[in-house]
C-alpha cells in the first residue's frame, strides 16, 4: 500500500500515520487495534471544514498584511469553500480528499462521495 511506503520514507506525517483522510487506509493504534479516525465515521467529528475555513482565512491575512505570497494556502481555501457550498462545511477537513477525488472528471465532486 502507498501509506504503508510513505510511512517508512521521509514522507511520514501526521495526516499519512495518524489522521489518514482515505477511507481505504485502515490505521492501528499503539495496541495493534484499528483506530476510528473520520475517513472510517463517514468524515464526522474531528476538525471540521468550516473551522478549517475561517483558520485559512486567518492566515492568508497575515500573509497578505506581511506582503507574503500563499498561492497554495490561496488555492486550498478555495477548495474548502467550495465543498462548505456544497453542503458539507460539517465534515472533518480530511473531506477535501473525497472532494478532490471526486473532481477528476466529475462535475459533480459528491457523486463519488455518494451524498
Same mark, same amino acid.
Given at each position: !500500500? /502507498?501509506?504503508?511506503?510513505?510511512?517508512?520514507?521521509?514522507?511520514?506525517?501526521?495526516?499519512?500515520?495518524?489522521?489518514?483522510?482515505?477511507?481505504? *487506509?485502515? /490505521?492501528?493504534? +499503539?495496541? #495493534?487495534?484499528? !483506530?476510528? *479516525?473520520?475517513?472510517?465515521?463517514?468524515?464526522? #467529528?474531528?476538525?471540521?471544514?468550516?473551522?478549517?475555513?475561517?483558520?485559512?482565512? /486567518? %492566515?492568508?491575512? %497575515? %500573509? !497578505?498584511?506581511?506582503?507574503?505570497?500563499?498561492?497554495?494556502?490561496?488555492?486550498?481555501?478555495? /477548495?474548502?469553500?467550495?465543498?462548505?457550498?456544497?453542503?458539507? =462545511?460539517?465534515?472533518?477537513?480530511?473531506?477535501?480528499?473525497?472532494?478532490?477525488?471526486? %473532481? +477528476?472528471?466529475?462535475?459533480?465532486?459528491? !457523486?463519488?462521495? =455518494?451524498?
Amino acid at each position: !500500500k /502507498l501509506a504503508d511506503i510513505i510511512n517508512v520514507s521521509s514522507g511520514r506525517c501526521w495526516s499519512s500515520d495518524q489522521y489518514n483522510p482515505c477511507p481505504a *487506509v485502515t /490505521l492501528k493504534d +499503539e495496541q #495493534g487495534n484499528d !483506530k476510528l *479516525v473520520p475517513a472510517k465515521n463517514d468524515y464526522n #467529528g474531528g476538525f471540521v471544514v468550516d473551522l478549517m475555513r475561517k483558520d485559512l482565512g /486567518l %492566515a492568508l491575512d %497575515a %500573509a !497578505k498584511a506581511c506582503q507574503a505570497n500563499t498561492p497554495m494556502a490561496a488555492s486550498v481555501s478555495q /477548495l474548502y469553500d467550495m465543498i462548505a457550498q456544497r453542503g458539507f =462545511g460539517d465534515k472533518d477537513f480530511g473531506f477535501i480528499y473525497q472532494f478532490v477525488k471526486g %473532481a +477528476e472528471g466529475n462535475s459533480d465532486a459528491t !457523486k463519488t462521495y =455518494g451524498a
